[in-house]
């Protein structure tokens, strides 16, 4: 399922400044090996990042937008967090920007909210390994910002 709204309407994360008047495509990714896994979903909200390139009207971004194919993720790393420190943080969550480049990997990778430093190396470098299949606007591969978040769970 995927939802397209603004940072100011709600597109199940909260507002970071990351997004400033632009659509938002929100997506759960499904975070799950296997059907019995109870690893939780992580919810990814995605914005075409504006550039040079990318400027122009509300109206020919609005229309761009309708035919984003919003990237997927082709290879996906679990964070190997301490058992203990995931325990004393369950039901909560980390919040981390990146960049999905055209080719489909993360850049910029930073971390915007963490209950816990000890948390962010680990979430870091799994990003790092992730691989997307690009996202593209009309058939063109585009870069796109993402906000995720991560909830904390114990892997089992």
Same mark, same amino acid.
């Given at each position: 399922?995927?939802?397209?709204? &603004?940072? &100011?309407?709600?597109?199940?994360?909260? %507002?970071?400044?990351?997004?400033?008047?632009?659509?938002?495509?929100?997506?759960?990714?499904? @975070?799950? #090996? &296997?059907?019995?896994?109870?690893?939780?979903?992580?919810?990814?909200?995605?914005?075409?990042?504006?550039?040079?390139?990318?400027?122009?009207?509300?109206?020919?971004?609005?229309?761009?937008?309708?035919?984003?194919?919003?990237?997927?993720?082709?290879?996906?790393?679990?964070?190997?967090?301490?058992?203990?420190?995931? #325990?004393?943080?369950? %039901?909560? #969550? @980390?919040?981390?920007?990146?960049?999905?480049?055209?080719?489909?990997?993360?850049?910029?990778?930073?971390?915007?909210?963490?209950?816990?430093?000890?948390?962010?190396?680990?979430?870091?470098?799994?990003?790092?390994?992730?691989?997307? #299949?690009?996202? %593209?606007?009309?058939?063109?591969?585009?870069?796109?910002?993402?906000? @995720?978040?991560?909830?904390?769970?114990?892997?089992?």
């Amino acid at each position: 399922m995927t939802i397209v709204s &603004t940072e &100011t309407s709600g597109g199940g994360l909260p %507002q970071y400044g990351v997004f400033s008047n632009e659509q938002i495509f929100t997506v759960f990714v499904d @975070m799950r #090996r &296997t059907v019995a896994d109870n690893a939780p979903s992580w919810t990814f909200e995605y914005a075409v990042l504006k550039g040079p390139a990318a400027q122009g009207s509300a109206t020919s971004l609005q229309r761009a937008a309708q035919g984003v194919v919003l990237p997927f993720p082709i290879i996906k790393e679990r964070p190997a967090w301490s058992p203990d420190v995931a #325990r004393r943080h369950l %039901q909560r #969550r @980390m919040i981390v920007y990146a960049v999905i480049n055209v080719e489909g990997r993360m850049e910029q990778l930073s971390v915007k909210q963490s209950p816990d430093p000890s948390l962010n190396d680990p979430v870091l470098n799994a990003l790092s390994k992730w691989s997307f #299949r690009p996202a %593209q606007i009309d058939g063109e591969n585009v870069t796109m910002k993402v906000l @995720m978040g991560i909830p904390i769970y114990i892997s089992q």
